[in-house]
Structures are given as C-alpha cells and as structure tokens.
C-alpha cells in the first residue's frame, strides 16, 4: 500500500508543478505582450504626432520676416474700394489683398469675377519689395522698388520681366501712398504705345466688417 500511494501521488505533484510552471510562463508572454504593444503605440504615437507638426499648415508657424516695404504691404489685407478713371471716366474699383505662401507673398485681386480682372503680386527679392502684375494687356510687368519713406511706396520698371517698353503697352510704375490706417492713394503710370499716358490718382478705403 505505501508503495503505491508513493507512485500515485508523484505524478499530481509533477503534474502541479507543471501547471504552475506554465503559468508563469503564460504570465511571463503577457507582460511581455503588453509590454511591446505599449512600447508600439508609444512609438507610433510618437511618429504620428511629428508628422503631423511637419505638415502643419504654414499659417501655424510664425512667417519668415520680410524687408520694411513688404511688412508695410502685409498691412493691407482685406477689401478696399474707392473709384478710378482708366481713361473713361470715373469708376468703381476694388481691391481685395491676401497672403498666400506662408505670408511671403501678398496678391492684390482687382475687378474680381470680370473679364477685366487682373492679379498683381507683391514679394521680396533679393531683401528688397517687387511686384509681378498679370494685366489686361495680357502681359506681366515687373517692377521693383525705386524709394520709400514714411508715407509712400515706390516701384518702377524692371528691365528684366521680358517687355520692350517702346513696342509694348504696359503698367510701368506704381506708388502707393498710406494716408492712414484705413486710406490709401494708389497712382500707376501706363506705357501705351510707346507714350507715358496721364498719372489718375485711385483713392481706397478698407472696407471693415
């Protein structure tokens, strides 16, 4: 009799003591598991988080510095309207300015939805103000900044845009004249045909909501 409960009890011993062991191991995988899915998510939420901070839109981080005349520029955003003459008579005119490219370039829309719009962009180059106008005419004047002071901006010709401005009609020059906060005297002068035609002072008021 002893002999045989010495031989039967053995087996549950092993058999516990296998179970016990198996569990642990099971355990062991657990945390183990947990452990690297924590460290997974981590990790992704890491990389998911940089991502999004390098894609961030360029109006959520603070724009590169311009010079004086371009900063000045910048101040224009919104709608401004006032009347102009082009040679027919006095008109209606609006101006509507916004930034595009992270604040690096400001775009003047006139005539919006006519057949006369025009688009005039406003940018730095080479640390100094210059503009490229899209005009009815069908070409794109450049010009660059000739002087500025506490009131005014000035830009005139620039030579290297592609016009020949003894063949080709164009917008030669511009100033731009900052009476107040909420005014504005825009002159242009215009090349047609080979002439300098008469200078028609545009003043503009912003228009608030």
């Excluded at 031989?7 to 099971?26: D, G, K, L, S, V």
């Excluded at 657990?30 to 894609?55: C, G, R």
């Excluded at 595009?100 to 100094?128: I, W």
Aim: proline share 4%; hydrophobic share 35%.
């Amino acid at each position: 009799m002893n002999v045989t409960f010495k031989h039967t009890i053995e087996p549950n011993i092993n058999t516990r003591n296998n179970n016990n062991n198996q569990n642990e191991i099971n355990r062991m995988k657990t945390k183990l598991l947990v452990t690297v899915s924590t460290s997974i998510l981590l990790a992704s939420s890491l990389w998911l988080n940089a991502t999004e901070k390098a894609a961030a839109p360029a109006s959520d981080k603070q724009a590169k510095q311009g010079s004086p005349e371009f900063e000045r520029m910048k101040t224009l955003v919104g709608t401004w309207t006032g009347k102009t003459d082009m040679g027919e008579g006095p008109i209606d005119i609006t101006l509507q300015y916004r930034l595009l490219a992270g604040g690096s370039v400001l775009e003047e829309r006139c005539f919006a939805g006519t057949p006369k719009e025009m688009v005039t962009m406003y940018y730095d180059q080479n640390g100094k103000l210059a503009m490229t106008h899209y005009c009815v005419f069908g070409n794109r004047p450049g010009m660059l900044l000739k002087a500025s002071d506490s009131q005014s901006i000035k830009l005139d010709f620039d030579a290297t845009c592609g016009i020949d401005p003894k063949k080709e009609s164009h917008m030669h020059a511009l100033t731009i004249t900052f009476d107040d906060a909420d005014t504005i005297t825009t002159s242009c002068k215009a090349i047609m045909d080979g002439k300098e035609m008469p200078e028609h002072p545009t003043t503009l008021k912003r228009v608030k909501s």
